[in-house]
């Protein structure tokens, strides 16, 4: 019996085998090899499909299906070539140690092995077929050509885990685009309900627009949204969640304006909000007219609101982005595009469209619900303040660096609303870490009324604590914003 792999150890290092353009007429039996008992004990399979005619796919979804928890599985959208898949499979890899199987070379478990043993004993012995595992970083494609369309590609990055109930919606919308030049990047983060299925399916139907992947295992939001990043070509992206929903118009109007400004780093667009059950809820845009904002300005704004609570409605400018994106798992799965989209406002213009182009899923499994009641909303967002004021500092943004005191001001006006909305909630817990925090961002706040009344609910009996309940449900601007903004100075109307 072939078991799950193990982590990596010294006494029995992991091998990632990496199988790509491989014969269709022989990979069957390529993969057969590969799962017979042999010497070499843990082991990973990450196999590329290099949008194969030959039957590959078929063979490969059927081992997939058979260890499932074994190999990691790609299909390219369009043929890429043998270079960039072994980049591919090296930056997927688990593995202390790789060896590599293309064309028809035969698997030899033995041979892998001895190497493994030697490698292991000699830092400096190499061998051709069997290497340490380094991964390297892909270099960033050339701005791609225009299409025959004569239109910029566009791909629409789509990371998923166990979002099958949503997934069909989602990714029937991306097809529905009126803008026609686009790829979608997909990964599914080893889900356990019907997500791959969907998937599939979709990738039948549109194999010339779908890159897809499975990991053999859930290897946590940032590697499974790195899949998707390493397979764009598009001239612009957008990073989707797999339980949005984007109106037909999302990227037309996005390209549209970005073409039009070629200094703006990037698109924002107006957001609704739907439940779990399909309901919609109208949310007010953020500006009251679509505009070009300049960076600098943008900035300032960044460091008291975040404009865009949903990173699906931003379409970025690829070329400039890797250079300003955030590092690190607890900024990049919060805020890692709050700290992107300032550092992209410092050097760029920005376009706001106040249409309502996409739909925000709110949901109790979603990453937004799981932050709120860990308190992320505001100690997540007083370290981010701190480190947008630093960054604006060093390029002389004094508006957006001198903001910061009243961010924090505004972060413990904030914590309150949470301490209200769970103590609504029936969240007293969590309700009273959001209240001691509120004191914590400013000692001053003790003088307001809501503070006071939040005071006495904790000291009251609990038919008092009912009438307090009942004055608190009485408050505005308790759960979303209610009004729209005029656009900061020397913003160009659109």
């Given at each position: ?158 990371y998923n885990y166990n979002y099958g109930r949503y ?221 947008l004021a630093d960054i604006a500092a060093v390029k ?99």
């Amino acid at each position: 019996m072939i078991k799950e792999p193990e982590v990596n150890s010294p006494e029995n290092p992991m091998v990632s085998i990496f199988v790509y353009n491989y014969f269709g007429q022989y990979l069957n039996e390529c993969l057969e090899n590969i799962f017979q008992p042999n010497c070499l004990t843990n082991f990973e399979v990450i196999l590329i499909d290099d949008a194969s005619t030959d039957g590959s796919w078929d063979i490969a979804l059927n081992f997939q299906k058979r260890f499932p928890n074994i190999i990691t599985l790609q299909r390219n959208r369009k043929i890429v070539g043998p270079e960039i898949n072994s980049k591919r499979c090296m930056l997927m890899s688990r593995g202390s140690y790789c060896t590599t199987l293309t064309d028809d070379q035969v698997f030899q478990p033995e041979h892998v092995y001895k190497c493994m043993v030697m490698l292991r004993s000699d830092p400096y012995v190499v061998f051709r077929h069997v290497h340490r595992v380094i991964p390297q970083p892909l270099p960033i494609p050339p701005e791609p050509l225009p299409s025959i369309m004569h239109q910029p590609l566009v791909s629409i990055l789509c990371y998923n885990y166990n979002y099958g109930r949503y997934l069909r919606e989602c990714l029937k919308c991306i097809f529905a685009q009126s803008y026609k030049n686009i790829e979608l990047c997909f990964s599914d983060n080893a889900s356990t309900d019907d997500s791959w299925e969907i998937a599939l399916n979709f990738a039948c139907m549109y194999p010339d627009k779908m890159t897809l992947v499975r990991n053999r295992k859930n290897f946590g939001p940032d590697d499974n949204f790195a899949n998707c990043k390493r397979n764009m070509t598009g001239k612009y992206f957008v990073n989707f969640c797999s339980d949005d929903v984007l109106s037909s118009e999302y990227v037309e109007q996005c390209v549209s304006a970005l073409e039009k400004y070629p200094n703006a780093g990037l698109a924002i667009v107006n957001r609704n909000i739907i439940d779990e059950h399909g309901n919609s809820c109208y949310e007010p845009p953020f500006y009251n007219k679509s505009c070009v904002i300049k960076g600098y300005e943008q900035a300032a704004v960044y460091m008291m609101a975040g404009v865009n609570p949903s990173v699906s409605q931003i379409m970025y400018r690829r070329e400039i982005v890797d250079s300003r994106a955030g590092t690190g798992a607890l900024v990049s799965r919060y805020y890692g595009t709050r700290i992107l989209d300032f550092n992209i406002s410092v050097d760029f213009d920005i376009v706001y469209l106040k249409d309502s182009l996409i739909s925000h899923r709110i949901h109790s499994e979603s990453d937004t619900n799981q932050a709120d009641s860990n308190l992320m909303p505001i100690i997540g967002m007083y370290v981010l303040n701190h480190q947008l004021a630093d960054i604006a500092a060093v390029k002389k943004l004094s508006k957006a660096a001198g903001r910061l005191p009243a961010s924090i001001e505004k972060l413990a006006q904030l914590s309150m609303r949470y301490s209200i909305n769970r103590l609504l909630a029936n969240d007293e817990l969590t309700a009273e870490r959001y209240f001691y925090l509120a004191i914590a961002m400013n000692p001053q706040i003790v003088a307001e009324s809501t503070w006071k009344s939040l005071r006495d609910y904790w000291v009251s009996d609990d038919s008092a604590k009912l009438l307090i309940l009942d004055e608190f449900k009485k408050l505005d601007n308790l759960a979303a914003r209610n009004l729209s903004y005029e656009p900061p100075p020397n913003s160009i109307p659109l």
